[in-house]
């Protein structure tokens, strides 16, 4: 039997190959002719279609190199030879608007251009193409004259058309205003050039912040002066020099004014500082029984006997299902049950919880693994919390914090992972402080830094938790199992810089 074999398959014979190549013969011919066809002529010069396309990279290059060099002086050169940031955006700024403009003028006539032709062109051009750009025009010079003048710097805080917020950018056409809500302000360069910029940091941050304050009729006006500058005196962003000043304006139709006059050297954070004072000066006033007024009108009754009817209303509604008012305790009740929080005043409360935020757990919920690390101080208001210490063999209830209580102190001082887990025994509500907060809290109270080390020491299983991890960190020494309640407290004075004088206080 004789197998019968197929020939190999034969390549496209030498007729197709010739057809081919005339097909891309005729492609090239027509592609040249296409791109190299005169479109119009400048000057001496035919601009087509090929001349444009070379035209663009080139000017593009330009422009991107123009860019590379505001990049570099910013951020690189002028950086290292220590110019400031307002003076390396304007030489940046002027140094790439130099390159790019040579580098046009280079790239056209590289091109063959003539710019006289084409200045005559753009001259016949000029009288309606200025009536269209008059307004970028004038964005132009005054982006020119804020660099040349130098009064308003990248960095700057100003106040402008009832916005304030920082210079994030001057650019020849506009400049880039960072509100306080971080959105970015575009303003024309010519609207900063024509109307009133107030600039806070022309030669410092400093400024007088003035607090308006009003006391009913009757009130001692020595005494409101004193609980004013008081209160100036608690509010730690306050300068004592110049002096706080509590100016009394004059009598009001309700109301005796007074405008308290501070100066501080964050003008940038005014709103917070008014918010502080506003606290400050409340509190004070109703602990030095000043009250605040309410306007008063005498009113006259035609038909007295509405009124009956108008009170019998009220008490119908008052029985309307729905109305009932909300008695579950506040967060100031809640924080005041933990025994760290319990002598500390309104007003300390107040800071406290600013600091923290509320963390609701469902029953059976882990807040936070065992050997995992959590930034925290956590204070239980509401609810229970187990420590659950497990390997591979068993798994330990430790601890339960219960309401009042607080835990993960010791994890966040040291920066070390917590050796349970905690997880929800009922459903809970906890009150979370930050690391930094945290700090914060024990370098203003340092009280509190005594009864944490107190409250530690009754701890002794959790020490026991901690003990080797605290020895391979070389923190931990066998003298002091011996006396935990004295090491905690020397760990946290060493932290924080806490005195022992300071801390019994």
Known sequence: MIAQINPPPQGPGPQAIANVLEQWHFLNIWLFETLN?????????????????????????????????????????????????????????LTSLGVAVLGFIVVLQAMGLE???????????????GFGLQELTRNLVSGLTIFGENKLKVGDLIEFNNHIGYIKEISIRSTIIRTFR??????????????????????????????????????????????LLESAAMEKNIVSEPAPKAV?????????????????????????????????????CRRRGINMPFPQRDIWLRNPESISLAVSDQDNNATVPGKEVDE???LTQLLKKNFCFQKLNDLEIRNVIEMGKRWHLQPGEILIKQNQYHSYFCIVLTGAIDAIYENEKISNRIFTFKQGEFFGELPLMLEI????????????????????????????HPQLSNLVAEELGKRQDALQGYEQKLKEMGLLEEADLKNPVEWIRQRINKIFGVSQESAYR
């Open 37 to 93: 066809a005169p479109i119009f002529k400048l000057g001496t010069e035919s601009i087509t279609l090929w001349w444009i396309i070379q035209a663009c990279f080139l000017l593009l290059l330009v422009g991107v190199f123009a860019k590379a060099t505001k990049q570099f002086l910013k951020k690189f050169l002028l950086l290292k030879l220590r110019f400031s940031e307002g003076n390396r955006e304007v030489i940046g700024t």
């Open 417 to 444: 992972p917590y050796p349970t887990t905690m997880i929800a025994a009922e459903d809970s509500t906890l009150f979370l402080i930050g690391k930094d907060c945290f700090h914060i809290l024990l370098a203003n």
């Open 248 to 284: 009394f304006l004059g009598f009001g139709d309700n109301s005796l004014n007074f405008e308290l006059w501070v100066w501080t050297e964050r003008i940038d954070q005014r709103f917070l500082i008014f918010s502080s004072l506003n606290h400050i000066i409340q509190y004070n």
């Open 115 to 129: 710019l006289a032709s084409f200045a005559v062109i753009m001259g016949g051009l000029g009288i309606g193409i």
């Open 328 to 330: 579950s305790p506040t």
């Open 182 to 227: 971080g959105s970015d302000l575009v303003v024309p360069n010519t609207d900063l050039t024509s109307n009133l910029v107030v600039n806070w940091n022309y030669e410092n941050c400093s400024g007088r912040l003035e607090v308006p304050v009003s006391v009913e009729y009757g009130s001692d006006l020595v005494l409101v002066t004193e609980v």
